[in-house]
Each structure stands twice: as structure tokens, then as C-alpha cells.
């Protein structure tokens, strides 16, 4: 991609956050994008199928700091640098609070919410690659992840209904400790990690 096709995305993206922010995402329009991006509708769609491929492909732009963060869970400890991997989806979800708070308090479109939960739950279940491996319960743990998947969107949504901040770190922790220890049971003792 060149410098300028990726400077164009960027600009169309950061100024569907900026419109965000203030707005909607079922009242914002993609004449409202364009204007704020100081294009045409013709050069939006030379950059994006239409708004819910921005919406997607803003999501994704946003989860690279998390993606960047957390390559793999730790096999021993369960951590990715000394903290759950939820930590780092909670702050993640605090710094664009703003942009989460559009889509899952002001209405998500179910493309989006299937998208962003096969997402989450696709991540989750890379990065418990050692988990897996040991794993051995009658439940296979593709299903483990679409619980823990459903468990984190609604506990995001009602986050973000309240004003008050959060600590990521303890409420990483508090859900870890939900689930890791009923995994955990479930691991084949003869496999080492």
C-alpha cells in the first residue's frame, strides 16, 4: 500500500472515531465522513466498500495495539507479561472508550457484533495455544472460548454504560479467576506444556 492510499485510510478512519464521538453509528452518514476527510463520497468508496467496512476496518486498526501487546500466553504462568491477557482488552477498551461506548450503547449493527465476537473469540483461542494442547475435557475448547467470548462482550457493555473508570488490572484478574481455574481442571496432567 502506498504512503498516500495509507494516509487516506487513516484520515477516513480518524475522522469516523472523531464522528463517533458525538453521534451514532446508525446516524452518521458517509457524506458526513467524506466531508470531515475532505473528500467526495466517490473517493470514500475508492477506500471503503461502505460504512461497515469502515466500521470493521477501524475496529481492526484500533486492536493492533493489542495485537502488538500480546503474541502468546505465557505456558507456565498463564500471563503475557506478568498481567492476563484481559488486562490489556480493558485498557484497550478505556482508551477508545468513546468509540465503544457508540457501538455498544447507542446500537451495534449485529454484522459488527458477529464479526467482533468471532474476532475476540479467534483471538482467545490463539493465544491459549498451550492451554489447548493439554487440554482434555468432553467439552472441545472452541466452546470454552464462544462462552468466555459472550461473558466478556456483556461484561464490556455494561462497563461501558456506567462514567466511572476502572481498573483494568482487577478486573482482568476477577475474570481470569472466573475461568482459569474450571480450565485448568480440565488439563490432561500427563502433557507437558
Do not use: C
Not at 106 to 116: E, T, V
Amino acid at each position: 500500500m502506498s504512503d498516500k492510499i495509507e494516509k487516506n485510510y487513516n484520515i477516513i478512519m480518524e475522522s469516523f472515531i472523531k464522528l463517533l464521538d458525538s453521534k451514532s453509528y446508525d446516524r452518521i452518514s458517509i457524506q458526513e465522513i467524506a466531508k470531515l476527510s475532505s473528500m467526495t463520497r466517490v473517493n470514500f468508496y475508492n477506500y471503503f466498500i461502505d460504512k461497515d467496512d469502515l466500521l470493521w476496518k477501524t475496529f481492526k486498526y484500533l486492536y493492533l495495539e493489542v495485537e502488538e501487546k500480546v503474541e502468546k500466553l505465557d505456558p507456565i504462568t498463564h500471563l503475557s507479561e506478568g498481567k492476563p491477557l484481559t488486562f490489556y482488552y480493558f485498557e484497550w477498551i478505556k482508551k477508545y472508550r468513546y468509540f465503544f461506548r457508540s457501538l455498544f450503547v447507542n446500537g451495534m449493527p449485529y454484522s459488527f457484533q458477529a464479526k467482533f465476537l468471532d474476532y475476540i473469540r479467534d483471538e482467545s483461542f490463539r493465544t491459549h495455544e498451550q492451554l489447548r494442547s493439554r487440554y482434555a475435557g468432553k467439552i472441545p475448547y472452541i466452546r470454552i472460548n464462544q462462552y468466555l467470548t459472550g461473558a466478556l462482550f456483556n461484561f464490556t457493555r455494561e462497563l461501558l454504560t456506567e462514567e466511572e473508570d476502572w481498573d483494568s488490572l482487577a478486573l482482568s484478574q476477577f475474570f481470569t479467576n472466573l475461568a482459569l481455574p474450571g480450565i485448568l481442571s480440565q488439563l490432561n496432567p500427563n502433557k507437558n506444556v
